[in-house]
């Protein structure tokens, strides 16, 4: 068994590798001993967003539901042929990540099936599945056996998770629209009502979220807050330079951050971290 855990774990760092440069340099900032678990995370997180996002021509109801289902006795057995599952179920059983975080968010996954944009009451429920409940799995296995720690910083988890999604969703509002037919700008119905009224009224939440997320992150285990904070200013970066654009912009183009300035980031952390906490 140490031979197969090793290796789910390893194909989660693949997954994790392989669709996103900047959250794997983010974990590579982390102690060795939160790696694993965050791939796993991640692993999970991210087939089941593509089950959602690209598995058209497919019946995706049936996937999410058979994925669900595994997912439900892979962690009650601890055990699965999934490896992204298993690891997973590793992960979760190891660090008592409770249940509801992982059914909010399957359950997020299944509302992107039959909406193609939200009311703000059913947008801020797909907030909490998609991106803060997330933030609130990696959390536990930051704060391992620390529970009065992980209760302190719950409301900055959720705060920069919600920040980090609505980030991306104002950066995708491209392909969002061409490839999938949703729009995720709450009370939005239609492409015609995106305007830089609305986008400015998400980037206020977002920046009061920041400001949030900020002061739980300075709270945070040393083994991990370099790896955090690296992923606030890569988020921080990419928000200013979405700020600078017009909302008709964003549904034409694509907004980047270079992988240069991604590794300038991380060594500016390095530089700040240090100022906190001298400070």
């Known amino acids: 068994m140490e031979l197969f855990n090793k290796t ?5 760092k693949h ?17 060795r001993k939160y790696r694993d678990a965050i791939y796993a995370i991640y692993g999970f997180v991210r087939i089941a967003d593509e089950i959602v996002d690209t598995f058209f021509g497919y019946n995706q109801r049936e996937l999410m539901k058979k994925f669900r289902k595994d997912t439900e006795e892979a962690i009650q057995s601890s055990i699965s042929v999934n490896p992204v599952l298993h690891a997973f179920a590793l992960t979760v059983n190891k660090y008592k990540i409770d249940y509801h975080y992982i059914d909010a968010f399957l ?5 992107d099936l039959d909406n193609s944009y939200y009311q703000k009451n059913e947008y801020d429920e797909y907030i909490y599945g ?7 799995m990696c959390l ?4 391992y056996n620390d529970q009065e720690l992980f209760d302190k910083l719950i409301k900055p988890a959720r705060a920069l998770g919600s920040a ?20 995720y700008l709450p009370g939005i119905s239609n492409a015609q009502k995106i305007n830089d009224e609305s986008k400015r009224s998400l980037e206020n939440e977002i920046e009061s979220e920041f400001a949030e997320a900020l002061n739980g992150i300075k709270q945070l285990p040393d083994g991990v807050k370099l790896g955090v ?17 017009k909302a008709k912009d964003l549904m034409s183009t694509r907004i980047r951050v270079p992988n240069t300035t991604k590794l300038a980031l991380l060594l500016r952390g390095v530089v700040e971290l240090k100022i906190f906490k001298d400070l």
């Open 107 to 111: 359950k997020s996954m299944e509302m």
């Open 229 to 245: 904070y690296s992923a606030y200013l890569y988020y921080k970066s990419l928000f200013n330079r979405i700020r600078k654009k």
């Open 140 to 143: 536990k296995v930051f704060c």
């Open 164 to 183: 980090f999604q609505k980030v991306n969703f104002l950066r995708d509002i491209k392909s969002d629209l061409s490839e999938r037919e949703r729009i």
């Open 8 to 12: 789910t774990f390893g194909i989660s």
């Open 130 to 136: 998609s991106a803060e409940v997330v933030g609130l």
């Open 15 to 31: 997954i994790t590798k392989t669709y996103s440069t900047s959250f794997s340099l983010g974990i590579l900032a982390f102690d």
